[in-house]
């Protein structure tokens, strides 16, 4: 919900960051090791080192936001960086509950986990299709191809790498948590279907 006010900030922060980085450092050799972190995390949580596995979240998202900010640095963004950049965090945004679920498999938890990877699906499906429309209709510059494009909704990357903080610092609480994200992002679905609806009736 907030993503595109605090990109700016964080964008700057970390180009601070990288500016005496190697200019050998490939951004997507960034986003590989991001993946293995976050990979990492995953099995923290189905072996309950919920210590360890929020470490490994934390690191994961600082490398997801170093890549993007190495590739501006030395100019090396890439249509197939981006899309690389994208698949693996969804790589990882799935793993991490399914590992916690898999730490403790209880019947509740297991079909609050269905519902949040359901609705997960419709997200992507949401705005993935939503963007391809949008830039068919000359709605986006060929210059941003490579970030998706999409009105802005109740969850966002913000949002859920705060949910992914709370999963890990409270574990005993993950059913309810895990319910509560799956409905937001339905909700989320639901704003994009009917901001959908009035951008292309109108």
Same mark, same amino acid.
């Given at each position: 919900?907030?993503?595109? !006010?605090?990109?700016?900030?964080?964008?700057?922060?970390?180009?601070?960051?990288?500016?005496?980085?190697?200019? /050998?450092?490939?951004?997507?050799?960034? /986003?590989?090791?991001?993946? @293995?972190?976050?990979?990492? !995390? *995953? +099995? *923290?949580?189905?072996?309950?080192?919920?210590?360890?596995?929020?470490?490994? +979240?934390?690191?994961?998202?600082?490398?997801?936001?170093?890549?993007?900010? =190495?590739?501006?640095?030395?100019?090396?963004?890439?249509?197939? @960086?981006?899309?690389?950049?994208?698949?693996?965090?969804?790589?990882?945004?799935?793993?991490?509950?399914?590992?916690?679920? !898999?730490? *403790?498999? %209880?019947?509740?938890?297991?079909?609050?986990?269905?519902?949040?990877?359901?609705?997960?699906?419709?997200?992507?499906?949401?705005?993935?299709?939503?963007?391809?429309?949008?830039?068919?209709?000359?709605?986006?510059?060929?210059?941003?191809?490579?970030?998706?494009?999409?009105?802005?909704?109740?969850?966002? @990357?913000?949002?859920?790498?705060?949910?992914?903080?709370?999963?890990?610092?409270?574990?005993?609480?993950?059913?309810?948590?895990?319910?509560?994200?799956?409905?937001? =992002?339905?909700? %989320? =679905?639901?704003?994009?279907?009917?901001?959908?609806?009035?951008?292309?009736? @109108?």
């Amino acid at each position: 919900m907030r993503d595109h !006010a605090l990109r700016k900030y964080k964008d700057r922060l970390l180009e601070r960051v990288v500016r005496h980085w190697p200019a /050998s450092v490939h951004p997507n050799q960034i /986003s590989w090791v991001a993946l @293995g972190v976050g990979l990492l !995390a *995953a +099995w *923290a949580g189905w072996q309950q080192a919920y210590g360890w596995a929020l470490v490994l +979240w934390l690191a994961n998202r600082l490398l997801d936001g170093l890549d993007g900010a =190495v590739a501006r640095l030395h100019h090396k963004q890439s249509d197939f @960086g981006g899309y690389l950049d994208l698949v693996l965090d969804f790589v990882v945004y799935l793993a991490i509950p399914v590992g916690l679920v !898999a730490a *403790a498999p %209880t019947f509740h938890h297991l079909w609050a986990l269905v519902l949040l990877l359901t609705s997960y699906v419709l997200n992507v499906l949401s705005w993935s299709v939503l963007s391809t429309l949008l830039y068919k209709r000359g709605a986006v510059s060929s210059a941003t191809v490579t970030a998706v494009t999409m009105p802005p909704g109740l969850i966002e @990357g913000a949002e859920t790498i705060l949910f992914y903080l709370l999963f890990l610092l409270w574990p005993a609480g993950l059913f309810p948590l895990l319910l509560l994200l799956a409905l937001l =992002v339905y909700v %989320t =679905v639901v704003q994009r279907l009917w901001w959908a609806y009035r951008f292309f009736s @109108g």
